[in-house]
Nanobody
Framework: QVQLVESGGGLVQAGGSLRLSCSTSANIRSFSDMGWYRQAPGGQRELVAAITSSGDTNYAESVKGRFIISRGNAKNMVSMEMHSLKPEDTAIYYC???????????WGQGTQVTVSS
């Protein structure tokens, strides 16, 4: 059973930074896209950032220029640096991975990020 385990969430003041990491028990090369989604209270889960196996990235407009996603194939890990955090970034952040051969998805359990004003 493939597992995705997130770490690095927490409480930070507006303007601060956090780094989220997602490690997996699988070989990361078995995944095509990997990414981070978030879900705020009362809201829907939304894509924050994604990275392909070749390193192409995609960001939500709301985080462009502030968040950086990276993928470490040697470490079976995907990370996301979050800078200039805003209260509206407060949410549970979920790691996501898509299988190369059928597009099936795996999800982590989520990590809470809270940005105080």
């Amino acid at each position: 059973q493939v597992q995705l385990v997130e770490s690095g969430g927490g409480l930070v003041q507006a303007g601060g930074s956090l780094r989220l990491s997602c490690s997996t028990s699988a070989n990361i090369r078995s995944f095509s896209d990997m990414g981070w989604y978030r879900q705020a209270p009362g809201g829907q889960r939304e894509l924050v950032a994604a990275i392909t196996s070749s390193g192409d990235t995609n960001y939500a407009e709301s985080v462009k220029g502030r968040f950086i996603i990276s993928r470490g194939n040697a470490k079976n890990m995907v990370s996301m640096e979050m800078h200039s955090l805003k209260p509206e970034d407060t949410a549970i952040y979920y790691c996501n991975a898509k299988r190369i051969w059928d597009g099936g998805q795996y999800w982590g359990q989520g990590t809470q990020v809270t940005v105080s004003s």
